[in-house]
């Protein structure tokens, strides 16, 4: 897997911000939008993304695409502590 830093370098070549979101066992983000295209990517943890009709679980190092403005959710569905990357179209 490609470390935080080489992440962050390609996300921003293709115009995205990156970050590093943690969430508890059990956190649940349910329906909101932002205005701007998201990209994800866990690192740690698992984590069900839900947009667009469909429930997403991504694999450690998989990037996953949430459009602008679509409604969604993110859950920690894991027994342990999730960490994801995030980044927003800038």
């Given amino acids: 897997m ?15 911000s990156c970050g ?3 969430d508890d066992a059990g956190q649940k983000w349910e329906n909101f ?4 295209d998201e ?6 943890g698992d984590v069900e993304f ?3 009709s469909c429930v997403y679980h991504p694999q450690v190092g998989e990037e996953l695409l949430i459009p602008a403005k679509s409604c969604h959710s993110v859950r920690n569905i894991g027994k342990t502590t999730a960490y994801w990357l995030f980044g927003y179209k800038i």
């Fill in 33 to 36: 939008t932002h205005e701007a």
């Fill in 20 to 22: 590093l979101w943690t």
């Fill in 39 to 44: 990209l994800v990517m866990v690192i740690e």
């Fill in 50 to 52: 839900e947009f667009d």
């Fill in 2 to 16: 490609k470390s935080r830093k080489e992440v962050a370098q390609e996300w921003q070549k293709r115009g995205f």
